[in-house]
T-cell receptor
C-alpha cells in the first residue's frame, strides 16, 4: 500500500526550512527518502531503519516514528539545488518498495 | 562506485516490435528491480529479483518479461506493447534484501510506444 506524503508542493526562498511528512498504514522495516529532478533518476538521500539507525545525507535530517509509522524529512537552510520532487519509500521485509505521490519543492532566490 | 547503467537511454517502438531494455551493476548487489514511472507520478514497482530469482511480480502484463542472466545483469523484454506503456523505465539494485538496504537507481530508459 502506497504511503501518504504531505504537503503536495512547497515553495521556499533560499535559506528557509521545510518539513515533508510521510505516513503508512502498514508496519515498516524502513523508510527511504529520494529526490528526483526533472528528467533524471531518483537520487538516494536517507534511509531510516527500525531501531533508530539512519544512513544518509549530511545536510538533510529525518525522523522515523516506528509506533506511528511516520517519517519526516527536514530540509534546513534550503539552497537552490534542493529543488525537485521528494519521494518517501516504504519497504517491507521482501524488498517491495512503495513510493508516496511525491512533494514538489521549489526554492527561489 | 554506486553506478547502475541502463541501455538504451531512449527507445521508440511500434506495437508489433520486440525490444529489450538492459541494466547492469557491478557493486556486488544481489537484489535488482524494475520500476515504471509515468510523468508526474512516483516510480511503480514491477519486478524484483533476489539472488537471481524472481521474488516479486506486481501483476505486470505478460507483454513485459524480465530476465536475470546473472547477478550483475537484468533485462526487460518487451513485446506487443501498447501506447499506454510509454514511460520512463528505471532499474535499481540493492545489496541484499530484508527491506533495509539502499536502492540505487539507474538513469532510466525513456520508452515511447507508437
Amino acid at each position: 500500500q502506497q504511503p501518504v506524503q504531505s504537503p503536495q508542493a512547497v515553495i521556499l526562498r533560499e535559506g528557509e526550512d521545510a518539513v515533508i511528512n510521510c505516513s503508512s498504514s502498514k508496519a515498516l522495516y524502513s523508510v527511504h527518502w529520494y529526490r528526483q529532478k526533472h528528467g533524471e533518476a531518483p537520487v538516494f538521500l536517507m534511509i531510516l531503519l527500525k531501531g533508530g539507525e539512519q544512513k544518509g545525507h549530511e545536510k538533510i535530517s529525518a525522523s522515523f516514528n516506528e509506533k506511528k509509522q511516520q517519517s519526516s524529512l527536514y530540509l534546513t537552510a534550503s539552497q537552490l539545488s534542493y529543488s525537485g520532487t521528494y519521494f518517501c519509500g516504504t519497504e517491507g521485509w521482501n524488498n517491495d518498495m512503495r513510493f508516496g505521490a511525491g512533494t514538489r519543492l521549489t526554492v527561489k532566490p | 562506485d554506486t553506478e547502475v547503467t541502463q541501455t538504451p537511454k531512449h527507445l521508440v517502438m511500434g506495437m508489433t516490435n520486440k525490444k529489450s531494455l538492459k541494466c547492469e551493476q557491478h557493486m556486488g548487489h544481489r537484489a535488482m528491480y524494475w520500476y515504471k514511472q509515468k510523468a508526474k507520478k512516483p516510480p511503480e514497482l514491477m519486478f524484483v529479483y533476489s539472488y537471481e530469482k524472481l521474488s516479486i511480480n506486481e501483476s505486470v502484463p505478460s507483454r513485459f518479461s524480465p530476465e536475470c542472466p546473472n547477478s550483475s545483469l537484468l533485462n526487460l523484454h518487451l513485446h506487443a506493447l501498447q501506447p499506454e506503456d510509454s514511460a520512463l523505465y528505471l532499474c535499481a539494485s540493492s545489496q541484499g534484501g530484508g527491506g533495509t538496504d539502499t536502492q540505487y537507481f539507474g538513469p532510466g530508459t525513456r520508452l515511447t510506444v507508437l
